[in-house]
């Protein structure tokens, strides 16, 4: 069972476009949404995040937005660059054992065009 | 700050082996993470380490542990090698993972099963 729902599965846009992604969940104790982005050989790192008492967040060119009532999220790329060229993860992360353990998309892959 | 180390990078390895894999979290941080990333599964955690305690582990078959050192270094061991533990196991460092915080990811260790 896929708890969190990640699409599309890849997407190409030209420079300056927006990407949008999109995160669906189900299980309404996921209190953390945190994106990351991971390039080839490295490991993901943590680009946005935002918690459901807010409804958008936004840092630079990303924008968060966040719907408790539909339990969907999806991150906004303004004047997508080809520098952002990455495997985007979305993750809902909720409190076990006194730590918050994420459950990740299954990513997206997006290409910018210059 | 050093980031997060992770070692071996690549490792090959024959069904039925063992294995052990070692991380280093960012100096000060005591909680280590470990996860799974495969094309089919995408990233799935594995179990959570903070001050040498195991606090949370994932829905993975015993075969797969691991354990934390005073040093806050981390090693997970893999027994019985199967062909589907061919995977990218990557290992996270935090502060204090009850704060919903950063996790900062390592480059992960390339695991081929053959």
């Known amino acids: 069972q896929q708890q969190v729902k990640q699409s599309p599965q890849s997407l190409i846009v030209q420079k300056g476009g927006i990407s949008i992604i999109n995160c669906a969940y189900e299980?309404?104790?996921?209190?953390?949404f945190p994106w990351y982005q991971q390039f080839p050989g490295k490991g993901p790192a943590l680009l946005i995040a935002?918690?459901?008492?807010?409804s958008e967040k936004k840092e630079g060119r990303f924008t968060i937005s966040f719907n408790k009532s539909a339990k969907q999220f999806s991150l906004h790329i303004m004047d997508s660059q080809p520098g952002d060229s990455a495997t985007y993860f979305c993750?809902?992360?909720?409190?076990?054992?006194?730590?918050?353990?994420?459950?990740f998309g299954r990513g997206t892959s997006l290409i910018v065009h210059p | 700050k050093a980031g997060v180390t992770q070692t071996p990078r690549y490792l090959i390895k024959t069904r039925g082996q063992q294995v052990t894999l070692s991380c280093s979290p960012i100096?000060?941080?005591?909680?280590v993470s470990w996860y799974q990333q495969t094309p089919g599964q995408g990233l799935q955690f594995l179990f959570e380490?903070?001050?040498?305690?195991?606090?949370n582990k994932g829905n993975f078959p015993g075969r797969f542990s691991g354990r934390q050192f005073s040093n806050s270094r981390s090693e997970m061991n893999v027994s019985t090698l199967e062909l589907g533990d061919s995977a990218l196991y990557l290992c996270?460092?935090?502060?204090?993972?009850?704060?919903?915080?950063?996790?900062?990811f390592g480059p992960g260790t390339r695991l081929t099963v053959t």
């Open positions: 996270a460092s935090s502060t204090d993972p009850g704060l919903a915080g950063e996790q900062y």
């Open positions: 299980n309404t104790a996921f209190d953390y």
């Open positions: 935002i918690r459901p008492d807010v």
């Open positions: 993750a809902a992360s909720k409190r076990s054992g006194g730590s918050y353990i994420p459950t």
């Open positions: 100096s000060g941080h005591r909680s």
């Open positions: 380490y903070f001050s040498e305690t195991q606090r």
